[in-house]
């Protein structure tokens, strides 16, 4: 059984490093080789589906990273096949209170954790035990990021099988009433004061991070890092159009 290298590294108290944007098995090739921990690949504001899953998956498996699916709903359905496609991970938005977070874990665990359907995975290929074991290889991770979850926190970090509690900036801004606004002062003191209290309850926080704010989250103890790799085309683009302009012009 592959053993899932994101959650692993998360229990031994290091930094996992998950890069988003990749939605086709030829782009998680290319990516493979640079090192990065897991891939996120997006079930709920981009194209994948049900269908994309199993390769999306190999080609992750592939390079040792762990996949991991942003599903569009806290649905039990969802959640499981989602990992019997060959998912190695969930995440699972608007996690507000304990009650949902416990629904979570009841999805995505098989006995005595939770109450997953009983079926193998595409993980559990040529694995017989593959139910008694895969609890120790699913990463599951819930989203905080309504300003109702910032208020239920201290209840929901009491739910047992969660391995990251990921505070997600833009729809808890909104929430907050800034929409749009992620660098708000408001925004900015709540995220970090659920970074804290994730912290001081001894489970593991997630956030979304840039070049620019990196190093003040993993200062501030986020385990689990999400960046995109877009904003590194972007930048890299510009700069050579830039040398071809001034080298045209000289």
């Given at each position: 059984?592959?053993?899932?290298?994101?959650?692993?590294?998360?229990?031994?108290?290091?930094?996992?490093?998950?890069?988003?944007?990749?939605?086709?098995?030829?782009?998680?090739?290319?990516?493979?080789?640079?090192?990065?921990?897991?891939?996120?690949?997006?079930?709920?504001?981009g194209?994948?589906?049900?269908?994309?899953?199993?390769d999306?998956?190999?080609?992750?498996?592939?390079?040792g990273?762990?996949s991991?699916?942003?599903?569009?709903?806290?649905?039990?359905?969802?959640?499981?096949?989602?990992?019997?496609?060959?998912?190695?991970?969930?995440?699972?938005?608007?996690?507000?209170?304990?009650?949902?977070?416990?629904?979570?874990?009841?999805?995505?665990?098989?006995?005595?954790?939770?109450?997953?359907?009983?079926?193998?995975?595409?993980?559990?290929?040529g694995?017989?035990?593959?139910?008694?074991?895969?609890?120790?290889?699913?990463?599951?991770?819930?989203?905080?990021?309504?300003?109702?979850?910032?208020?239920?926190?201290?209840?929901?970090?009491?739910?047992?099988?969660?391995?990251?509690f990921?505070?997600?900036?833009?729809?808890?801004?909104?929430?907050?009433?800034?929409?749009?606004?992620?660098?708000?002062?408001?925004?900015?003191?709540?995220?970090?004061?659920a970074f804290?209290?994730?912290?001081?309850?001894?489970?593991?926080?997630?956030?979304?991070?840039?070049?620019?704010?990196v190093?003040?989250?993993?200062?501030l103890?986020?385990?689990?890092?999400?960046?995109?790799?877009?904003a590194?085309?972007?930048?890299?683009?510009q700069?050579?159009?830039?040398?071809v302009?001034?080298?045209?012009?000289?």
């Amino acid at each position: 059984m592959r053993e899932n290298r994101a959650k692993h590294k998360l229990e031994r108290g290091e930094t996992v490093v998950c890069l988003s944007g990749n939605n086709s098995t030829d782009m998680i090739d290319q990516l493979g080789p640079l090192g990065f921990d897991a891939i996120w690949l997006e079930g709920e504001h981009g194209p994948v589906d049900y269908g994309d899953i199993p390769d999306l998956t190999r080609a992750c498996d592939l390079w040792g990273m762990t996949s991991v699916v942003r599903v569009n709903r806290n649905n039990e359905g969802i959640i499981y096949r989602t990992f019997d496609l060959g998912a190695q991970g969930i995440v699972v938005p608007h996690v507000n209170t304990a009650d949902e977070a416990r629904a979570v874990v009841n999805a995505a665990k098989f006995h005595p954790a939770g109450n997953r359907g009983m079926y193998t995975s595409r993980q559990g290929y040529g694995v017989p035990d593959y139910v008694h074991r895969a609890n120790d290889e699913t990463l599951v991770i819930v989203l905080i990021e309504d300003i109702a979850a910032i208020n239920n926190l201290a209840e929901i970090l009491t739910v047992d099988h969660i391995d990251v509690f990921f505070v997600a900036p833009s729809d808890l801004a909104q929430s907050m009433g800034h929409l749009g606004n992620t660098d708000h002062p408001e925004v900015v003191a709540t995220i970090e004061g659920a970074f804290a209290q994730i912290r001081a309850a001894g489970r593991a926080a997630g956030g979304l991070v840039n070049d620019d704010n990196v190093a003040d989250y993993i200062s501030l103890g986020v385990q689990f890092l999400l960046t995109g790799w877009a904003a590194w085309v972007a930048s890299g683009g510009q700069a050579f159009l830039g040398k071809v302009e001034k080298a045209g012009s000289s």
